[in-house]
């Protein structure tokens, strides 16, 4: 993927969410928007190559903005101007410089975020489930997943472990992870932040929705509230409890089911 390409996917993944969010983000149809979430960032990987016959592809227009200029001064005298001295650094590395400075930082907050969670599996007890690990946690603030993995207290209520499991099984750590791998090298576009938030509000979503079939939501309400105080923030892991989203989550708990016509 070239430059022109990297803006463009930029372009693009900015334009889908605003899509999303008018289409798609208010309806109960979880399981879409999350698959509309996922579609939008490898179609918007995959526009940028492709072409239009009958219309100007935004890549060639760039390209041939950034182009033209060197082809223009190729054809004056350029013995006529007058020299100037090379700067030691342009414009450009200057901004690559930058650029890969940033990805550089974004890259060692993935790492840390990897090995913490790794401290959290390798230092406290672990007990084999069917279908993940459950590893035991001391404190309530402790209640996330991620992979097979779900770290909590032993006696939290059972909701909570099915919530958690809803993320285990769905396998939404495979979206995190991708989005983190987006955030990375595009890390300077904060549409990037604004789509891994709605991709984790979604998997909060589904979960609730899984969990919600069999109890009463009025019940479950109160409890997310009730571990308002309780928590940290986290971005890689799921968490049971996220302050954030509380109020999305309580008001989609309340709200009746998209029909199937609804975009």
Known sequence: MNTVHFILFNFYIGCWLGVYALLFSRN???????????AGIFLSMALPFVSFPAVSHPAAVLSDVMIRPVINMSRTNVMA????????FSAWQCILILYWSGVAIMFFLFVRKL????????????RSCSG????????RRDIFSFGKYLFAPADIPEIVYKHELVHILEKHSVDNLLMEIVKIFCWFNPVVYLYQREMKVVHEYIADARVTASIDKSDYAHLLVSYLFQVSKATLTHRFFNRSQLQKRLIMLQKKNSSRNAA
């Open 81 to 88: 101007l007058p020299v100037q001295p090379v700067p030691a």
């Open 132 to 139: 993940y690990i459950h590893v035991i946690t001391l404190h």
């Open 28 to 38: 109960t149809h979880f399981g879409m928007n999350r698959f509309m979430l996922l």
């Open 115 to 126: 090995v913490r969670v790794r401290a959290h599996i390798k230092n406290f007890p672990k």
